[in-house]
């Protein structure tokens, strides 16, 4: 079932995301160790924080997402010098 905005919006104020495109570097990386976005279940799974989705269940499917991802790389422009960690 698709999300509704209004889950979308509790989920982002929750965790403090703003706009992601104004964010700070070291904001984000608070963003992401507090799972915002992804979580490790107790079980040994990597799970989707607002859809509740397993992502990975193991090594070789991190490794796969991690290769996918970095794909994205060359989508992506570099952020501007004022956001960058320093």
Same mark, same amino acid.
């Given at each position: ?30 963003? =992401? ?15 989707? @924080? ?9 090594? #070789? @499917? =991190?490794?796969?997402?991690? #290769? ?19």
């Amino acid at each position: 079932m698709p999300l509704e905005l209004k889950e979308i919006d509790e989920h982002q104020n929750e965790y403090g995301i703003r706009n992601l495109e104004t964010m700070y570097t070291t904001d984000y990386r608070k963003v =992401l160790e507090n799972e915002a976005f992804f979580w490790g279940d107790p079980h040994g799974f990597v799970m989707h @924080q607002l859809s509740g989705e397993r992502i990975v269940t193991n090594t #070789e @499917q =991190l490794d796969a997402l991690l #290769e996918h991802l970095e794909g994205y790389r060359r989508l992506l422009n570099a952020p501007p010098e004022w956001l960058s960690e320093k």
